[in-house]
């Protein structure tokens, strides 16, 4: 079992910088890969970023030089630093881990933050 509760969603003027923070609690060694996925109002939930636990990172097109995702393994939490935020990133932002059994795979959520980009 895993927990993810994310945090520092807000507000921000386009062109604005926010980090937001995912700390995972729980059985954090079975998590082999932490995301950040985003749902706009209207859309289906697309990917934002990825980074396994050997630090290889993957990014969607939309956000590429712009966001950036880290991950610090002694705090067991992973960060997701937005630069030159644009209205179009307005989404909840989810927090995803996923672990890995024989056959397997689990996927666990945080509840979400409010990212609010304005023009």
């Known amino acids: 079992q895993v927990q993810l509760v994310e945090s520092g969603g807000g507000l921000v003027q386009a062109g604005g910088s926010l980090r937001l923070s995912c700390a995972a609690s729980?059985?954090?060694?079975?998590?082999?890969?932490m995301g950040w996925y985003r749902q706009a109002p209207g859309k289906q939930r697309e990917l934002v970023a990825t980074?396994?636990?050997?630090?290889?990172?993957n990014y969607a097109d939309s956000v590429k030089g712009r966001f950036t995702i880290s991950r610090d393994n002694a705090k067991n939490t992973v960060y997701l630093q937005m630069n030159s935020l644009k209205p179009e990133d307005t989404a909840v932002y989810y927090c995803?881990?996923?672990?890995?059994?024989?056959?397997?795979?689990?996927?666990?959520w945080g509840q979400g933050t409010q990212v609010t980009v304005s023009s």
């Open positions: 995803n881990a996923k672990t890995l059994a024989v056959w397997d795979i689990k996927d666990y």
């Open positions: 729980g059985s954090t060694r079975s998590i082999n890969a």
């Open positions: 980074i396994s636990s050997g630090g290889s990172t």
